[in-house]
């Protein structure tokens, strides 16, 4: 069971909240799989491919 929701516009995974810290979107699902922890998105090839550059946790899919 995941813990925490997805933000559907950027992927970031909070815990708690009811707006995204990184793209400030309100729109969140607790539908989502896997997940990636980006530490140096500048030098992430995984971070790059994902458009991801923020440090943190992502999810990797999301459902619904």
Do not use: Q
């Amino acid at each position: 069971m995941n813990k925490g929701k997805a933000c559907r516009n950027c992927r970031k995974v909070i815990e708690e909240g009811k707006e995204c810290p990184v793209c400030k979107s309100t729109s969140f699902t607790t539908f989502w799989r896997g997940y990636v922890v980006i530490i140096d998105p500048e030098k992430s090839d995984i971070a790059k491919k994902m458009g991801v550059s923020t440090v943190g946790k992502h999810a990797l899919r999301l459902s619904r």
